[in-house]
């Protein structure tokens, strides 16, 4: 059955000729990821919710055995494309996440941008998750992050009024600290890195449009999201984005 979270994204994927001129890696958590990859040349990694395909792309560009799903077909034809525009060996298919067994495959890496938080129920993801990773194998992902009460109130009540632009599916909900234990009891220790401290900043985002007239304000928000990052640890864990990273025991 196809569900509106995936109907969603088959629409967002529709133009699977076009490619993403996405660069990977751009942001700070971009960053981090490759960071704690390291060498992955000769590794079986998967990409689980691979969109565009970026990602996969990048770790097939650097030797990596590259797996890549997502449960739009769209997606998984544009990271095909991708990959044969770039002379490039990728396996890609259409599945969910919940049914990663159907690989038959262990993986030393398991990556993912932004997906967690859309995988439901995350008490089945967690054990598909701890079946596809080798032993000593790790799970890398950038994710969102529900612990800030103020981002979560703003979400709940204005995302999608008020000309405020809603940009994800009716179905996620940013990643929660449950899932985390959840993580840690099924798979593995879990380390959270905040290379990025997001909050004031979302402002810019969902109220200025990133429209370059506010520029002073949208300097201002930036600006004290960075004096948090930079001076004040303990409100990190309030971002709005996170790396998570699992290592499988
Ligand atoms: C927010 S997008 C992120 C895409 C890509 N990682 C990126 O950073 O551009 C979420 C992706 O996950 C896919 N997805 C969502 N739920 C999924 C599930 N249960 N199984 C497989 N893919 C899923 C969507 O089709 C979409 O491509």
New binding site residues.
């Given amino acids: 059955m196809t569900s509106q979270?995936?109907k969603f994204?088959e629409e967002k994927?529709k133009d699977k000729l076009k490619l993403s001129p996405k660069l990977f890696p751009e942001s700070s958590e971009d960053k981090m990821l490759v960071n704690l990859l390291g060498n992955v040349a000769g590794k079986e990694i998967l990409e689980?919710?691979?969109?565009?395909g970026y990602?996969s792309l990048y770790l097939a560009k650097n030797g990596a055995k590259v797996t890549a799903?997502?449960?739009?077909q769209n997606?998984v034809e544009k990271t095909l494309n991708l990959a044969k525009n770039h002379e490039l060996e990728i396996e890609a298919y259409q599945?969910?996440?919940?049914e990663l067994r159907k690989l038959n495959k262990k993986f030393d890496i398991v990556v993912?941008?932004?997906?967690l938080h859309?995988?439901e129920p995350f008490e089945e993801f967690s054990l598909c998750l701890s079946a596809s990773l080798k032993k000593g194998g790790r799970g890398i992902f950038i994710e969102n992050n529900s612990r800030n009460p103020i981002l979560i109130i703003a979400r709940n009540n204005l995302v999608g009024k008020f000309g405020i632009p809603k940009y994800g599916d009716d179905e996620e909900y940013p990643f929660e600290p449950r899932e985390i234990e959840l993580l840690k009891h099924d798979v593995g220790n879990v380390n959270l890195y905040y290379p990025n401290f997001v909050f004031f900043k979302k402002i810019n985002t969902y109220i200025f449009k990133n429209n370059q007239k506010f520029k002073l304000f949208m300097n201002m928000f930036k600006g004290l999201d960075d004096l948090i990052k930079n001076y004040l640890p303990i409100f990190h864990k309030y971002s709005y984005t996170q790396v998570v990273e699992i290592l499988k025991q």
Avoid: E, P
Avoid at 48 to 52: A, E, H, V
Avoid at 95 to 98: T, V
């Fill in positions: 979270a995936q994204w994927y689980i919710g691979c969109g565009n990602i799903i997502d449960f739009s997606s599945l969910n996440a919940l993912g941008k932004f997906i859309h995988i």
